[in-house]
């Protein structure tokens, strides 16, 4: 006797992975744009909605892939590629300052996060030469 497994997927299963495949390829496919400047607003808004609908866990996922994905398109120029690991802790460190403030206005900290992301790198650098 074979004994048969049976998978069910949910309604709310099914909604959750059909957001997760948008939100992955609104992020993947942007730096096909070649603009800096869009493709990294379009990424930054498509983590902060992911941090929302999908969760922490399923933001941080897709915050791992745009960059892999632009150095494989020739997107990202080759000499770039040891900044991947930089792009991909930024994009986290974005979901978990937006994720940490959810008592708050989805427009401030969606603000502060990006000025946050950007800002500590600089700072970091700054402290580094100094040493």
């Given at each position: 006797?074979?004994?048969?497994?049976?998978?069910?997927?949910?309604?709310?299963?099914?909604?959750?992975?059909?957001?997760?495949?948008?939100?992955?390829?609104?992020?993947?496919?942007?730096?096909?744009?070649?603009?800096?400047?869009?493709?990294?607003?379009?990424?930054?808004?498509?983590?902060?909605?992911?941090?929302?609908?999908?969760?922490l866990e399923g933001a941080i996922l897709i915050a791992l892939l745009p960059s892999l994905f632009a150095l494989a398109a020739g997107t990202l120029p080759m000499p770039l590629a040891p900044l991947i690991p930089f792009i991909m802790?930024?994009?986290?460190?974005?979901?978990?300052?937006?994720?940490?403030?959810?008592?708050?206005?989805?427009?401030?900290?969606?603000?502060?996060?990006?000025?946050?992301?950007?800002?500590?790198?600089?700072?970091?650098?700054?402290?580094?030469?100094?040493?």
């Open positions: 006797m074979a004994l048969e497994k049976v998978l069910t997927i949910s309604k709310t299963n099914l909604v959750t992975l059909a957001q997760f495949i948008v939100l992955l390829s609104a992020a993947v496919f942007a730096p096909l744009i070649h603009n800096q400047i869009i493709t990294g607003s379009i990424v930054n808004a498509t983590l902060f909605v992911a941090a929302t609908t999908l969760g802790l930024s994009n986290i460190l974005l979901i978990l300052i937006f994720s940490s403030f959810t008592k708050i206005n989805y427009w401030f900290r969606a603000a502060v996060a990006a000025v946050l992301k950007w800002r500590v790198p600089q700072t970091l650098d700054t402290f580094s030469m100094c040493l």
